[in-house]
């Protein structure tokens, strides 16, 4: 009885060690080679203390008209990239909450934003973390890209 388990345990131990390993053809490790990384977006990302003030939006840099009651938020233009990121999802955290809003705009140039980790943000997506956003005006939060 040992003999015929200790044959079959070799003989699957072989089977295993016989069996064909897919090999990626030469195209596909070219064309992974070629592909910008997933996190190129990711790659400028505020750093530090962040902070967040909000604005009455309207005609967004990103083409589209927003109002008060739109979660959205205007990053700064050292992150902007020529509106490379307009469309994307930031999730904001602070005050023990968090909200995702959408880049619709970049702070205006005359210090709108005084840092790459300053953003504004529409009067919706600060009550989300602040419910008296009118009088507290600017907080301490964390935000990234999603």
């Not at 079959?8 to 070629?34: H, Y």
């Not at 009651?69 to 490379?84: C, F, R, S, V, Y």
């Not at 602040?130 to 600017?138: R, W």
Request: proline fraction near 8%; glycine fraction near 10%; aromatic fraction near 8%.
């Amino acid at each position: 009885m040992f003999r015929f388990i200790l044959l079959t345990f070799l003989l699957l131990a072989l089977g295993i060690l016989a069996s064909p390993i897919p090999v990626p053809d030469a195209t596909s490790i070219l064309e992974r080679a070629a592909a910008p990384p997933d996190n190129e977006a990711r790659a400028l990302e505020p750093r530090g203390k962040q902070t967040m003030t909000w604005f009455y939006p309207g005609m967004g840099a990103c083409g589209k008209r927003n109002g008060s009651n739109d979660k959205i938020i205007a990053i700064p233009q050292a992150l902007w990239a020529n509106g490379k990121h307009c469309g994307k999802q930031v999730k904001i955290s602070g005050n023990g909450k968090s909200v995702v809003a959408t880049v619709q705009d970049m702070c205006p140039s005359d210090g709108g934003c005084p840092d790459s980790g300053h953003i504004d943000v529409s009067p919706a997506t600060f009550k989300a973390i602040s419910a008296n956003y009118q009088q507290v005006g600017e907080m301490t939060i964390a935000w990234s890209f999603m």
